[in-house]
C-alpha cells in the first residue's frame, strides 16, 4: 500500500486508489506540510485536496513528458468536440 506523500509536483501519474478502483490519471499541482493538491482526471478535471498519509493502492505509473504529451493531444482533442458550434 502506497501514500500521497510518494507523489512529485507537477508530475503526472496512473493510480489506482482502491484495489478494486479503475486506473486514473492525476497530477499533483500543490504540496504543502500535510496536503497536496492533485488535479484527477476523468470525463473532466476534478480538483481536490489529499492528505498526504491518503492511501493508494497502487502507483502503476509515473508519466514521461512524451507520454504526457502525447496524452494532452489526446485530451485537448476530445475537449474540443463538446465545445464545437453548429454553422447553421
Given at each position: 500500500?502506497?501514500?500521497?506523500?510518494?507523489?512529485?509536483?507537477?508530475?503526472?501519474?496512473?493510480?489506482?486508489?482502491?484495489?478494486?478502483?479503475?486506473?486514473t490519471?492525476?497530477?499533483?499541482?500543490?504540496?504543502?506540510?500535510?496536503?497536496?493538491?492533485?488535479?484527477?482526471?476523468?470525463?473532466?478535471?476534478?480538483?481536490?485536496?489529499?492528505?498526504?498519509?491518503?492511501?493508494?493502492?497502487?502507483i502503476?505509473?509515473?508519466?514521461?513528458?512524451?507520454?504526457?504529451?502525447?496524452?494532452?493531444?489526446?485530451?485537448?482533442?476530445?475537449?474540443?468536440?463538446?465545445?464545437?458550434?453548429?454553422?447553421?
Amino acid at each position: 500500500m502506497y501514500s500521497y506523500a510518494l507523489l512529485e509536483t507537477g508530475c503526472y501519474y496512473l493510480v489506482q486508489e482502491k484495489e478494486e478502483s479503475p486506473v486514473t490519471l492525476i497530477k499533483v499541482t500543490v504540496d504543502t506540510d500535510h496536503c497536496l493538491y492533485v488535479t484527477r482526471y476523468a470525463e473532466g478535471p476534478v480538483m481536490e485536496w489529499k492528505k498526504k498519509n491518503d492511501p493508494i493502492f497502487d502507483i502503476l505509473e509515473l508519466l514521461s513528458d512524451d507520454k504526457v504529451r502525447e496524452w494532452q493531444s489526446v485530451y485537448n482533442d476530445n475537449e474540443d468536440a463538446y465545445y464545437e458550434e453548429d454553422d447553421e
